[in-house]
């Protein structure tokens, strides 16, 4: 309220100033303080200051509202954009962050890759020589077994040769007397055995 005061004294002075300042205009001649102009210089006045208090009683508070609510709106933009800019630089930091942990995680990822193919490689020879291993096993065996069957059939085969040439040569050279008494004998070792 003092502030309004001080304005309205300080403009009247600058008023009254200047209203001395045009009545000197006209001449050295003329009285500066007649009746006339000091009449006229107080309507004036009086009209001014009517001006004056009607502005300030019906527009002062939406002015002071105006100027206050600008003011206020330009405190709240700064403080917002303080805070934006703080966010913007945190962001920008945890961009930088995670662009140098980027080609970290990069070289974790390809070290893992290379760790897991080096692990499938392992894998698949130690398969590949289990396999191997088992294959030759397995046709050692069947070798084997092939052996035996074939060694077995070739034995048989001889038998039953050399029963034939037995029963030829014992054909040949035995006679029935000596037949009936191989089978004689025979069949008795067989009973009482």
Not at 74 to 79: A, G, P, R, T, V
Not at 137 to 145: G, K, L, M
């Amino acid at each position: 309220m003092k502030r309004t005061y001080v304005f309205f004294a300080v403009l009247l002075t600058a008023l009254a100033v200047s209203s001395v300042a045009f009545a000197n205009e006209g001449g050295a001649h003329h009285a500066l303080f007649t009746a006339a102009n000091l009449k006229d210089y107080g309507l004036r006045l009086l009209n001014f200051a009517i001006f004056a208090w009607l502005l300030y009683k019906f527009a002062g508070a939406k002015v002071k509202d105006f100027f206050v609510g600008r003011r206020d709106g330009i405190k709240h933009d700064l403080d917002d954009l303080q805070a934006r800019q703080v966010e913007a630089e945190k962001k920008l930091k945890e961009v930088e962050t995670s662009i140098a942990n980027m080609a970290q995680e990069k070289k974790q990822i390809l070290d893992d890759a290379k760790a897991q193919g080096e692990a499938i490689k392992a894998a698949i020879i130690e398969k590949a020589k289990h396999d191997a291993a088992a294959l030759t096993e397995q046709a050692r065996r069947t070798a084997s077994n092939e052996a035996q069957a074939a060694v077995k059939t070739i034995r048989a085969e001889m038998a039953d040769m050399v029963i034939a040439a037995a029963e030829k040569i014992v054909a040949e050279k035995l006679s029935a007397q000596d037949h009936d008494k191989l089978v004689d004998d025979y069949l008795t070792k067989v009973v009482l055995n």
